[in-house]
């Protein structure tokens, strides 16, 4: 398998909440609820990085989509990574996600290994880390 991932896709339980945390909140692009008009089809996409795009989409449609029973929710099944360029932007990222409504989970601090680093989980418990890497370059 190449790597080609483009979309990562999110659970939610109410798009519209969801749609205003990550777009008025944290001021990510996108151009709303699309899909409306299709059974198990509303959907909602943000446009993260050259190539990638976040998506979220009700939990119900992807047990749907994906003939999966739907299942109890855990923030720990992962986290998703956002690598900003110094530790005052962490703080600045963190403060961002607290006003939108965030549950700050581990305030920004120093890590064990060099960098700096804090998480959030949204509206829907999914869980954010957002992290300065001293050894990783930041592309704008």
Do not use: C
């Not at 790597?3 to 798009?15: A, K, M, N, Q």
């Not at 990550?22 to 409306?36: E, M, N, R, S």
């Not at 703080?91 to 920004?108: L, R, S, W």
């Amino acid at each position: 398998m190449k790597p080609r991932i483009s979309v990562l896709t999110l659970g939610v339980d109410d798009l519209e909440r969801s749609l205003k945390f990550y777009q008025d909140g944290l001021g990510l692009p996108t151009q709303g609820i699309v899909g409306k008009e299709f059974e198990h089809g509303a959907v909602a996409f943000f446009d993260l990085q050259a190539g990638l795009k976040l998506a979220i989409w009700n939990r119900q449609n992807i047990a749907h989509e994906a003939k999966v029973n739907q299942t109890a929710t855990s923030p720990t099944e992962f986290t998703i990574g956002h690598n900003v360029g110094s530790k005052e932007e962490v703080d600045m990222v963190i403060e961002q996600a607290k006003k939108a409504g965030a549950v700050i989970t581990d305030p920004a601090h120093d890590t064990f290994w060099g960098g700096y680093s804090g998480h959030f989980q949204d509206p829907d418990g999914h869980l954010w880390e957002v992290v300065w890497n001293p050894h990783w370059e930041v592309v704008e």
